[in-house]
């Protein structure tokens, strides 16, 4: 499925499904909108339940008023609209109240971005807007006032969390990535000292990947090995979505064809939704035109060129070794047989 097609009620239910499957949300917490090009804002229902929600119950508010749809817009509107009119350059907002972001919320915390490359990529930093009651304009100028200072997203005090995007998938990748960040630090707390990433490291990643030549490919030229190992690798990425080993942008999977060239996964491609041509072929130095690896490609490569006998590298970000990996310590393995 390519969300870059669906209309906005089936994008809006189809996203908001997925945040409530996933324990992201509550039966009747959270709301999720976009602004079209007509300057019309589709969103979620009010006082319909998350777990049974349509298409058909998405609602439009038109640009000069006007609600078309057989529910209200969630009581939430107000600062969906503010926000919109903050920050022209966002074109849809996540609101919800997933676990972790709600118990920052509720200390009136923040959590640290830099703690994780692909969180900090996602969000940068995150505002915090003081307790306003919900669906109140003073709760939409609080967001909206954090929103003018150029965050992403937001946590609102005793409340949950708001993040924007360029599109839904934006937003909602920000908002994945971000509560499986709190999670972490919180599981953090208890194993040592969570530790977050220095300005050097962080400008070290954000220099870690560089264009490669490309190559023609031709579909037509798949040998039978390539065509399983792009189905199996694809049912692997989506199994481990499912289980929450990764979430949506993160997680690299990759598979070697031969000794010149191996399958890999795409930058910042939904992992919810892959299919086998999204996968990418690198052959020796040079990608499959017009796709993007994963910018552990370097990583994976040397792996399978100091290691011959290695045919197939994950590397993930699972809450609970992540939780590990950030208070720089070491999982004992000797713990289970």
Not at 61 to 66: F, L
Not at 264 to 270: E, R, S, V
Not at 307 to 321: G, H, L, Q, R, T
Request: aromatic share 8%; hydrophobic share 35%; with cysteine.
């Amino acid at each position: 499925m390519k969300y870059e097609y669906l209309h906005p009620r089936d994008e809006l239910a189809v996203t908001l499904e997925r945040i409530y499957n996933y324990k992201m949300t509550t039966t009747s917490g959270g709301n999720l909108s976009i602004l079209d090009e007509n300057g019309d804002i589709w969103i979620t229902p009010a006082r319909v339940d998350k777990g049974q929600l349509t298409p058909q119950d998405i609602v439009c508010v038109r640009k000069d008023g006007a609600i078309e749809g057989r529910h209200p817009p969630s009581s939430e509107f107000p600062f969906h609209k503010a926000v919109y009119e903050a920050r022209p350059d966002i074109r849809s907002v996540v609101h919800a109240h997933p676990m972790a972001l709600v118990a920052f919320s509720c200390a009136h915390k923040i959590p640290d971005t830099k703690a994780y490359p692909s969180v900090w990529n996602n969000n940068g930093i995150v505002g915090f807007a003081p307790y306003g009651v919900p669906g109140s304009s003073d709760l939409g100028a609080k967001i909206a006032e954090e929103f003018k200072k150029g965050h992403n997203s937001v946590i609102l005090e005793n409340h949950g969390v708001c993040c924007g995007g360029v599109n839904l998938q934006d937003a909602f990748q920000r908002f994945e990535s971000l509560e499986v960040c709190a999670k972490a630090q919180i599981k953090a707390g208890v194993i040592g000292t969570a530790k977050a990433l220095s300005e050097e490291q962080i400008q070290m990643q954000s220099e870690s990947y560089y264009k490669l030549d490309s190559f023609e490919y031709d579909t037509g030229m798949m040998s039978i090995k390539e065509k399983e190992l792009r189905c199996e690798l694809t049912k692997f990425v989506q199994r481990g979505y499912r289980q929450r080993l990764l979430s949506g942008t993160t997680g690299t999977f990759s598979a070697r064809i031969d000794k010149d060239c191996f399958l890999i996964t795409q930058y910042q491609l939904d992992r919810c939704t892959i299919e086998p041509e999204d996968l990418v072929m690198i052959r020796k130095n040079k990608k499959q035109f017009g796709k993007k690896p994963s910018r552990a490609l370097h990583a994976h490569r040397a792996l399978y060129e100091a290691n011959p006998e290695i045919n197939c590298i994950i590397n993930a970000s699972p809450v609970n070794a992540l939780a590990f990996s950030i208070c720089r310590e070491k999982i004992d393995t000797y713990t289970i047989p």
